[in-house]
């Protein structure tokens, strides 16, 4: 049956059917009227987009599985399972009295530590440089005394006339027993009496003798405080520029040391400390509690996990024909059997660039960040299907890809306007499995013809609008007239 004879047996039937009401779609519809050997389609704005396909599942990256540090003996759990917490707000706790007096002797210890480093740094005040400079003026003034002492000892005249006497008293003596020796010679006087005279003349020796070594050690009693007054000036000075000088530098370097020892000290006990309390990191849900109160936990015992609901990602795969499609940033379409009747969105936000062979199948993993509403929430593993958009153009001219036909080097289409076709060569731009862009050619509002899935020789000649047509990418796809920006 030729195309007027059967254009004319469908005007006839729907005009008994339907009062005269001229077969194709409005600006208001979308989709298409059946019509004996094809459809009639509406040319048409929307939204035209080239999509890849991948599959994967649901996945909450931001988790946290908490411990205490330290172990020891629960005292309290807080949560349970499917508990909504805020951040910051506590889980669970050992006891801590042990912890607390650790914490306690550090502190005394950072403050014995400050102390001795203050010290170091200011070890003298004002009065101690005053007195220092007085103890070096007294040493001076006991110097210059110890040094007149000494003249004075050396010219004194006690001593000198005790020396003089004594040498008188010698010269006596020696000439006294000179005298009797001639005497005792001459046989006018004894022995005896020459033995005495012998004897007064040795003890007024040795009375010179004893005068003089207390005369000699006067003076080196003298010259010794000299020396010792001298000993005593020289400290003296060396204090003084001491405290003139300040705080010693290494001395004050060791405190600093020692100070910040003992700060680490203190910090780790109160981490320690910290640790016995489990706080929740982020808001979300207790996914799990591995703990009751009374237990005793190791440093890996997980007592709470926690998982953050509103940060969720699909982990999915796409194949290797398609990777080079794929760029992060790209908006997704994502549908959830979960979710009747709803789409979410998201965004690719990772490519990982190993791939992964599976059964001879090669293909790469991507992560794609979901856009969660208020009111949705997720569980972990659900699966998702998500329609990639590698390319998108807003409030084209479309029509059905079969409308589309090959002649020659054009692409035409068939035109129905009241009971007469015209076949009209039209310039495409972008096509996906289901649509294709119209850029001249055609007008909004006008009808296409789009032919039948059927095989006939005339069929065959308008040709399937296949992947060698201009602007298609190859990939799914569909019209979306309603799809969110």
Do not use: C
């Not at 005495?196 to 040795?206: C, D, E, F, I, P």
């Not at 289409?413 to 007469?420: D, P």
Request: charged share 20%; aromatic share 4%.
């Amino acid at each position: 049956m030729k195309l007027g004879q059967w254009l004319i047996l469908l005007l006839v039937g729907l005009g008994a059917a339907g009062g005269g009401y001229f077969g194709y779609t409005s600006l208001t519809r979308s989709g298409a009227e059946a019509t004996p050997s094809g459809q009639l389609a509406t040319v048409q704005r929307g939204t035209l987009a080239n999509t890849v396909s991948a599959s994967g599942s649901i996945a909450m990256p931001r988790q946290a599985k908490l411990t205490f540090d330290g172990g020891g003996l629960v005292s309290d759990i807080r949560v349970k399972v499917g508990d909504t917490v805020k951040e910051g707000q506590i889980l669970a706790q050992v006891d801590t009295s042990s912890l607390e007096l650790a914490a306690t002797q550090a502190k005394a210890s950072v403050s014995t530590a400050q102390i001795n480093l203050d010290k170091a740094q200011n070890p003298y005040t004002a009065s101690d440089i005053a007195d220092a400079e007085a103890a070096v003026r007294n040493a001076q003034v006991a110097l210059e005394s110890a040094r007149r002492n000494v003249i004075i000892t050396h010219n004194s005249p006690t001593v000198d006339k005790d020396v003089r006497d004594r040498e008188y008293e010698v010269n006596w003596y020696e000439a006294n027993y000179g005298s009797k020796l001639v005497l005792y010679q001459q046989g006018k006087i004894s022995k005896d009496e020459l033995d005495q005279a012998y004897s007064n003349l040795l003890t007024a020796k040795a009375n010179l003798e004893t005068a003089r070594q207390k005369a000699a050690d006067a003076l080196a009693k003298a010259q010794n405080d000299v020396a010792k007054a001298q000993d005593s000036l020289r400290k003296a000075e060396e204090d003084l520029a001491k405290k003139q000088a300040g705080p010693d530098p290494q001395d004050v370097e060791l405190k600093r040391i020692q100070l910040l020892s003992a700060q680490a000290s203190l910090d780790q006990a109160i981490e320690r400390l910290q640790q016995a309390t489990l706080k929740a990191p982020f808001s979300g849900l207790v996914a799990s509690v591995g703990a009751n109160a009374g237990d005793r936990v190791g440093a890996s015992t997980v007592v709470v996990q926690l998982v953050d609901p509103t940060a969720v990602e699909v982990q999915a795969a796409i194949d290797e024909i398609d990777l080079a499609k794929v760029k992060t940033g790209q908006r997704v379409s994502l549908i959830l059997d979960a979710l009747q009747n709803r789409s979410l969105e998201g965004t690719v936000t990772t490519i990982t660039p190993v791939a992964v062979r599976q059964s001879g199948v090669v293909s790469y993993g991507i992560t794609i960040k979901v856009n969660l509403p208020g009111d949705v929430r997720l569980s972990d593993g659900l699966t998702a299907l998500a329609d990639i958009i590698i390319e998108e153009r807003q409030n084209v001219l479309m029509v059905p890809m079969r409308a589309v036909a090959s002649s020659g080097t054009s692409r035409v289409v068939t035109v129905v306007e009241g009971e007469k076709t015209q076949s009209r060569v039209v310039a495409t731009g972008l096509s996906n499995n289901q649509s294709v862009e119209i850029t001249s050619g055609l007008t909004e509002g006008e009808t296409v013809l789009v032919p039948t899935a059927t095989t006939s020789s005339n069929q065959s000649q308008q040709g399937g609008f296949g992947a060698g047509f201009g602007g298609g990418l190859g990939g799914g796809g569909s019209f979306m007239p309603g799809m969110p920006r």
